[in-house]
């Protein structure tokens, strides 16, 4: 067993503390990242974080944040990853930091060109295109060599790829940068994108990774016309090239690629054991039903504008979110740390009236 110094295992019993109130889970786990910056191979610090995400309270705030976004029977690839940067963001204690810090539209001299791999990168994941992946470091490499400090263009980078959630992109190029550089802010960044590539498959308000094939059953209920999953991606590429930078060209050839398939071993990954029983899903019939909580209380917040502009907004929320399934809350109640002070609503609506029925 690694032996670290006390002042480790002071912040990982801090994080304890913090990490068992309601909501104190995200600046929990961020006091966990700080300890595996220092030390990576902190087994405890790693596990600590998957505990606090585990916290029942902090699923449903989470899978009603992502619900919000992207419907839970949508089991597209893509829409996996989104919900995965979606996730990232809602939990992650480091984005305010980096906006303080750092230029958000990345180096000037090159912000164009990164603007451009940006640009390619949402082509994965926005529109399921994996092929833009490839085309987006080409980009990105280029900015790197062109640019006046490149230091700064590499943690830019890194950090776009996080927050899109492209983990496995974010740690390469975050471990990059600081093979290259001393650089503090890097390895804290690194601490947490490396967490989040080898976690991603057991976060516990995700669902289990689809093909589509539920997705597809569900439009069929929803408008028949609309494009298959497979029909979606290929219109998506299309339309991706009356804008891409170069002609779309595979980056492997398919003859090529079938032989290394017939070569690699393919072993069936079993999925991690998961807290939420994710079974409803397959059992959907497709009809409309009772509108989720928080739509019933988006609702009646529109309700209370009598005005055109917010009622076609009430039609537009009760159209898209027909088929939306509430997520019933925890039935233990919520922990809140005696030593904070109580929510008060004013300090953000300042007169207009708070809505807690829900």
Not at 37 to 46: R, S
Not at 98 to 119: A, C, F, Q, W
Not at 314 to 324: A, F
Request: proline letters at 6%; hydrophobic letters at 35%.
């Amino acid at each position: 067993m690694s032996t670290y110094p006390e002042y480790v295992y002071q912040i990982l019993a801090r994080a304890r503390d913090v990490g068992q109130w309601y909501c104190g889970q995200s600046d929990a786990a961020a006091l966990c990242f700080d300890v595996l910056a220092l030390f990576p191979d902190c087994e405890e610090a790693k596990e600590l974080v998957y505990e606090f995400f585990c916290d029942e309270w902090t699923i449903y705030d989470n899978r009603v944040a992502v619900q919000q976004n992207i419907d839970e029977w949508d089991d597209r690839p893509w829409q996996q990853r989104r919900r995965l940067a979606l996730s990232y963001r809602f939990m992650s204690r480091w984005d305010g930091k980096y906006e303080t810090s750092h230029d958000r539209g990345g180096p000037k001299d090159v912000r164009k060109i990164l603007d451009n791999g940006k640009m390619e990168l949402l082509g994965a994941y926005c529109l399921g295109d994996e092929e833009c992946t490839d085309y987006a470091w080409a980009i990105f490499a280029d900015a790197i060599h062109k640019a006046k400090d490149p230091q700064k263009t590499m943690f830019w980078i890194g950090w776009q790829y996080a927050d899109l959630g492209f983990f496995a992109d974010a740690a390469e190029a975050l471990g990059e940068l600081c093979s290259r550089f001393d650089d503090a802010a890097a390895r804290r960044l690194l601490a947490e994108v490396v967490w989040w590539r080898d976690n991603s498959h057991r976060i516990p308000w995700i669902p289990p990774t689809g093909d589509g094939s539920l997705y597809d059953r569900m439009m069929d209920f929803i408008d028949p016309t609309a494009p298959k999953t497979k029909d979606y991606i290929r219109e998506a590429r299309n339309e991706n090239q009356k804008e891409r930078i170069a002609p779309y060209r595979p980056s492997i050839d398919k003859k090529l690629a079938s032989l290394f398939s017939s070569v690699i071993l393919h072993e069936d990954e079993k999925p991690a054991a998961s807290i939420v029983d994710w079974s409803f899903l397959d059992k959907d019939n497709g009809q409309p039903g009772e509108p989720a909580d928080w739509v019933k209380k988006q609702i009646r917040m529109f309700e209370k504008w009598k005005d055109e502009l917010h009622a076609e907004m009430l039609e537009d929320l009760m159209h898209s979110h027909r088929l939306t399934r509430n997520i019933p809350p925890p039935s233990t109640p919520q922990k809140h740390d005696p030593n904070e002070p109580p929510f008060d609503p004013s300090e953000i609506l300042g007169g207009a009236e708070w809505d807690d029925d829900i």
